[in-house]
């Protein structure tokens, strides 16, 4: 029974430590800058080869 509480405990332990890194706001890392925006590209006329003419 001594053996399973501290195997839980471990686990608490683990996930507590996982909560607080995974975020950022402990480990003082910079956020990601935003994502810039795409490139407009222009609209290129369609062939239909399925014509014949």
């Not at 509480?5 to 686990?11: E, K, R, Y």
């Not at 975020?23 to 990601?32: I, N, P, Q, R």
């Amino acid at each position: 029974m001594n053996k399973l509480i501290q195997l839980i405990a471990l686990a608490g332990v683990a996930a507590i430590a996982l909560v607080l890194t995974s975020c950022g706001c402990c480990t003082g890392e910079a956020k990601a800058p935003p994502l810039r925006a795409l490139p407009k590209f222009k609209e290129l006329p369609t062939i239909d080869y399925g014509n014949g003419k």
